[in-house]
């Protein structure tokens, strides 16, 4: 009956699409693409290999918070996204959707995750409870916290239109 169960549980998440590890077995934690991109699936495994970092930030009561986690920048990088002195002219355009499982969805140009153009880092944080796994992201520097997004799964860059 166990056995069932847990078959259940797992072609549920399969196909809804659920990024998240259940009873040992890994899955994906969320995907990087794009137009020009071969698709990077991050897992739990993958996420590990990341350095971490600490940020802080500041609550609106004024209570100081630190989160752990990886940066997005990093990850951006690995997935084959140009960075740095390589983002310029026409990739200045580019844009990073993040989207969450719920659907909710934020847009990002691509300088404000790169260190070349900005001082802040914008952290991809590793959540657990009751052995299921996700990520949320956490823009320390904003002042509210609309771009902060739970449960991710994916993030696609774009290129906007221009003349």
């Known amino acids: 009956m166990l056995k069932s169960i847990v078959t259940l549980l797992i072609l549920i998440s399969t ?3 659920n990024s998240t590890i259940a009873y040992g077995q890994q899955k994906k934690l969320f995907s990087v693409g794009g137009p020009e991109l071969q698709t990077m699936v991050v897992t739990h495994s993958d996420f590990e290999t990341f350095n971490q970092i600490q940020q802080q930030s500041t609550d609106t009561e004024g209570n100081v918070l630190t989160y752990q986690g990886i ?5 951006l990088v690995r997935a084959g996204i140009p960075s ?19 659907g909710y ?11 070349v153009f900005t001082d802040q880092t914008i ?41």
Not at 85 to 100: F, W
Not at 105 to 115: G, I, M, N, Y
Not at 142 to 150: C, I, T
């Open 71 to 75: 940066s997005l920048h990093d990850v």
């Open 15 to 17: 196909l809804s699409g």
């Open 105 to 115: 969805e934020v847009l990002f140009s691509l300088p404000e995750t790169d260190p």
């Open 123 to 163: 952290l991809l944080i590793l959540n657990e409870k009751e052995g299921m796994k996700w990520v949320n992201l956490v823009v320390p520097n904003d002042k509210r916290k609309s771009r902060w997004v739970k449960h991710i799964i994916g993030l696609e860059i774009g290129q906007a239109a221009s003349e």
């Open 84 to 102: 740095g002195n390589d983002l310029n002219s026409q990739k200045l355009m580019s844009y990073l959707t993040i989207r969450a499982a719920d």
